[in-house]
């Protein structure tokens, strides 16, 4: 079997991978990447999903890099797409005019952004990146991860890779039962939290909902799908706790429960400079149409785009039917929730009531070619949850929950390698549970969250952090997942410089103190900064 060495093995190629594997071979590290699937970019490529940010990120809460990709995508669509001169000339250029986020765009852009930020370590020699491949062994010595091996996804090949620290990204914390490193999944007691808003019991199985997304247009036409085999069955289901059919413009609001109507009408003939997608004013989700729109048509020439494009990531295709951890059946319930994601879009094809009291849109396009795949649908399902590493420090609801907290702000710790900020978003889960949405502070990102209790050179870089299910709504966004890659990455750096353990380093003050200015230096911001009027 062919084996690969590298001073730092990140298996995952989603935005924690990436900022990882850019921070380690930035500092001159020798650095193999693995990712599954065909792009690199994990949940704003791959999963098709757009940015979901906090409303300051174009003023400050993101490290130097990340600010790097937001700009580079930016750039990418100045200097190759055929934009406006007003669009051009707009400062915060959000191609897709989405509400859900201030750039939202095609994820294909973010993966010439990603190729393009990765470009110089490859060259170099200094980065390698192995796709299609996956975890599927890992070999351990005590305490330490020796290798992981890793199977080609199309074809009958593996490669053991060797590294000194191995960071594992994946989006489900793959490599954590591969190495036995300990871990949770699913809903956490309160008993072990202390959570205001967690279960008597633990529940380790019911895990938030996954989703297989998906990209339209809407054009002349009849371009309605096959009808989907079990069709019937998710037209008709109707969750005991959702109060109404899936297959509806009806769904619980969110933060009330209260079941509302949203609207859904193509292409409406709005101005994308009047786009605010501040969601303190405005959640944007009135319109689903608009709301993850990723290229809005009007931002380009005139037949630049025959129609908007809007990536659907919607209540309706949320599938909770079953978790995908940790379960024999995982791919079976993965292929139920496409099968869900088809009938979604064979019913706004069909029967989808329209403004003009009709039912139908028939003119709706699947755009796989937009998302990269052969089906149609995202190359990747939307994965909310992942398994979490038990952590030295782990994250816990009243550590940031603006109820607990108040006027007070999250809890400053004394280990900080990053800020975040997000509600504590919980999706309908497969205990049954429907949305928890919980206020939050802005929050740091503790060191001890990225130290797993007992393995020494392990260190996830992704949502596999010492979070519980109730903190992970608020850490599992993209701008936090990079965050905590590139600390990772750069944890992996100085502790082989130093000669150290990462469980030395969050022990030791000296050692901190110099690890949190290697951080301020790459641009990681430790601490939110206090900034009145925000």
């Known amino acids: 079997m062919v084996q690969m060495r590298a001073d730092v093995l990140v298996v995952g190629g989603g935005l924690g991978g990436v900022a990882a594997a850019i921070a380690a071979a930035r500092a001159g590290r020798s650095v193999i990447l693995t990712e599954e699937f065909d792009w690199l970019g994990g949940q704003l490529t791959s999963q098709a999903v757009p940015p979901d940010e906090h409303s300051w990120i174009e003023q400050f809460g993101a490290t130097a890099s990340y600010r790097a990709l937001r700009t ?32 939202c765009h095609e994820p294909r852009v973010a993966v010439a952004v990603i190729e393009q930020m990765l470009a110089p370590f490859l060259g170099s020699g200094r980065l390698r990146v192995l796709q299609p491949y996956r975890p599927v062994a890992a070999e351990t010595d005590g305490d330490r991860v020796v290798g992981v091996t890793v199977a080609h996804r199309d074809r009958d090949e593996r490669i053991d890779l060797v590294a000194p620290y191995v960071l594992d990204a994946t989006e489900t914390g793959e490599l954590l039962p591969l190495t036995g ?45 096959e009808r989907p085999a079990n069709y019937d069955f998710w037209r008709d289901y109707k969750p005991d706790f959702w109060g109404d059919r899936l297959l509806s413009w009806r769904s619980p609001h969110p933060r009330t429960l209260e079941i509302v109507e949203r609207s859904f009408t193509p292409n409406p003939d709005d101005d994308p400079l009047a786009v605010n997608a501040d969601q303190r004013l405005n959640p944007g989700d009135g319109n689903l149409w608009t709301f993850r729109r990723i290229a ?52 706004m094809q069909t029967e989808a009531p329209r403004p003009d009291g009709g039912t139908g849109f028939p003119g709706l396009r699947l755009r796989g070619d937009v998302t990269g795949s052969r089906d149609g649908l995202a190359q990747a399902p939307y994965i909310r949850e992942s398994r979490r590493i038990r952590a030295e420090y782990t994250v816990v609801e009243q550590d940031l929950s603006l109820a607990v907290r108040g006027g007070h702000g999250a809890v400053a710790y004394p280990d900080p390698v990053g800020v975040g900020m997000y509600r504590i978003d919980l999706h309908p889960s497969t205990g049954g549970d429907n949305y928890i949405d919980v206020g939050s502070c802005p929050f740091e990102i503790p060191l001890g969250a990225l130290i797993p209790q007992r393995v020494e050179n392990l260190l996830p870089a992704g949502k596999n952090i010492g979070t519980t299910h109730i903190t992970n709504g608020s850490y599992r966004l993209h701008p936090v997942e990079w965050n905590v890659g590139e600390v990772a990455g750069l944890l992996a750096d100085f502790c082989l410089a130093r000669g150290e353990s990462p469980r030395a380093v969050r022990g030791t003050p000296r050692l901190l103190a110099d690890f949190q200015d290697r951080l301020s230096a790459a641009g990681v911001e430790l601490r939110w900064p206090q900034v009145a009027g925000y």
């Open 181 to 225: 490193t300990e871990y949770v999944t699913g809903f956490e007691s309160q008993a072990d939290t202390g959570e205001p808003s967690a279960p008597a019991e633990a529940q380790p199985m019911n895990m938030q909902a996954v989703s297989v997304c998906f990209a339209l247009d809407h054009v002349d036409g009849d371009h309605t799908i």
């Open 296 to 347: 809005a048509r009007r931002n380009f020439t005139e037949g630049a785009y025959d129609s908007d494009i809007t990536l659907v990531n919607w209540p309706m295709i949320d599938y909770f039917e079953g978790p995908v951890i940790d379960v024999p059946n995982a791919s079976w319930h993965l292929g139920k929730a496409r099968e869900l994601s088809y009938s979604v879009l064979y019913w």
């Open 72 to 103: 580079g995508i930016r750039d990418y669509y100045r200097r190759h797409y055929p934009l406006t001169e007003r669009s051009r000339a707009w400062t915060d250029l959000n191609p897709g005019a989405g509400w859900v986020s201030r750039v």
